[in-house]
C-alpha cells in the first residue's frame, strides 16, 4: 500500500469534508435537518455521476502536470478567497454578524408570511446544502486525482484515503454536532 498517497489524500480531504459538514450543519439547524439531508445525498448523486462519466476522461486525455496546475490554482484561489474574508472580518474591514439577530429576524419573517418552519423540505435548506457538498466533493475529486495521478493504483489509494477521511468527519460531526450547534458563526468562518 502506498500509505504516503493515503494520508495525503485523507488530510486533504478531510479539510473540504469539514467545510461540507459545517455547511450541511448550518442548514440542518438553521432550516431543517430534512433539506439538509436531501440536498447532501442530492449533490452526492451528482457528484457520483460526474466522476464515473468525466473522472476517466480526466486522468487519461489532459496530461498530469496541466491537471495538477489547474486544480491547484483553482484551490488556491478558493483559499486565498477564505483568507482575505477572515482577515478583513477580524480587522474590522468587513463586519461580523449578529448570529442570533438575523436568525430571529428571518423566523420572524417565516412567521409574518404564515410559513411553519418545521419539518417540510425548504428549496432554501436543499440548495445551501446541495451546493456546499457539490463543490467540497469537487475539490475532494480534483485532490484525489492530483494526489493519485502520478503512480500505479494511485487514484484508488488516494481514493481510499478520501473516503476514509469522509468517514471520519461524518461520525465524528455527529457525535459532536450538538456542542458545535453552540459554537458562534463568525468563530466558525475563522
Do not use: C
Not at 85 to 96: C, D, E, P, T, V
Not at 134 to 144: D, P, S
Amino acid at each position: 500500500m502506498q500509505w504516503a498517497i493515503v494520508i495525503a489524500a485523507f488530510l486533504a480531504s478531510a479539510v473540504e469534508f469539514v467545510e461540507a459538514f459545517t455547511l450541511v450543519l448550518v442548514a440542518g439547524i438553521t432550516v431543517n435537518w430534512r433539506s439538509a439531508i436531501v440536498g447532501a445525498l442530492a449533490a452526492v448523486a451528482t457528484l457520483a455521476v460526474i466522476v464515473a462519466t468525466l473522472g476517466v476522461a480526466l486522468v487519461t486525455l489532459i496530461p498530469l502536470e496541466v491537471l495538477r496546475f489547474v486544480i491547484g490554482f483553482l484551490l488556491l484561489l478558493f483559499g486565498l478567497k477564505w483568507l482575505k474574508n477572515a482577515i478583513q472580518r477580524y480587522s474590522g474591514l468587513k463586519f461580523l454578524h449578529d448570529e442570533e439577530a438575523i436568525y430571529a429576524a428571518n423566523l420572524e419573517q417565516a412567521r409574518a408570511r404564515g410559513e411553519a418552519v418545521g419539518t417540510r423540505l425548504d428549496p432554501f435548506g436543499v440548495v445551501l446544502s446541495y451546493k456546499s457538498v457539490l463543490l467540497e466533493g469537487l475539490e475532494v475529486t480534483f485532490i484525489v486525482i492530483s494526489f493519485g495521478g502520478g503512480g500505479a493504483n494511485g487514484i484508488r489509494f488516494a481514493a481510499l484515503g478520501a473516503t476514509a477521511a469522509g468517514l471520519l468527519v461524518i461520525l465524528v460531526g455527529a457525535f459532536v454536532q450538538a456542542p458545535l450547534q453552540k459554537v458562534p458563526e463568525n468563530t466558525l468562518k475563522f
